[in-house]
């Protein structure tokens, strides 16, 4: 069976840190663009970060640049998410995504919009 789940998501104070994984069964996530996602309370979903396959090439919002950092391990088939400095505003659900397109840009900015199935997310709640 083909999945992505999403973990590391808790509550965390103004400033703290948190590390979210994205892990893979079923298929090897280093041959996708892997990219990781959020959707605030009423908000639309907004792209944040993608990778590309073998690890080569990122690409990141510029709302969130220098505060997060993609990355993976091929040994364990999941991509992490490092997320610093976390603000308020920053509260959501994050998810992840992966799929064969051959751009980190167009995964993060505009193909994400086109993907049916999300898995349920980690929660993320910055609040002190």
């Known amino acids: 069976q083909v999945q992505l789940v999403e973990s590391g998501g808790a509550v965390v104070p103004p400033g703290g840190s948190l590390r979210l994984s994205c892990a893979a069964s079923?298929?090897?996530?280093?041959?996708?663009?892997v990219g990781w996602f959020r959707q605030a309370p009423g908000q639309e979903r907004e792209g944040l970060s993608c990778?590309?396959?073998?690890?080569?090439?990122?690409f990141y919002n510029k709302a969130i640049k220098g505060r997060f950092t993609i990355s993976s391990n091929n040994a364990k088939n999941t991509v992490y998410l490092q997320l610093n400095n976390l603000k308020p505003e920053d509260t959501a659900v994050y998810h992840c995504?992966?799929?064969?397109?051959?751009?980190?840009?167009?995964?993060?900015?505009?193909?994400?919009?086109?993907?049916?199935?999300w898995g349920q997310g980690t929660l993320v709640t910055v609040s002190s």
């Open positions: 995504a992966a799929t064969r397109t051959p751009s980190t840009y167009a995964l993060c900015t505009t193909e994400y919009k086109s993907l049916e199935e």
């Open positions: 990778i590309g396959a073998g690890g080569t090439t990122t």
């Open positions: 079923g298929f090897t996530l280093d041959d996708y663009v």
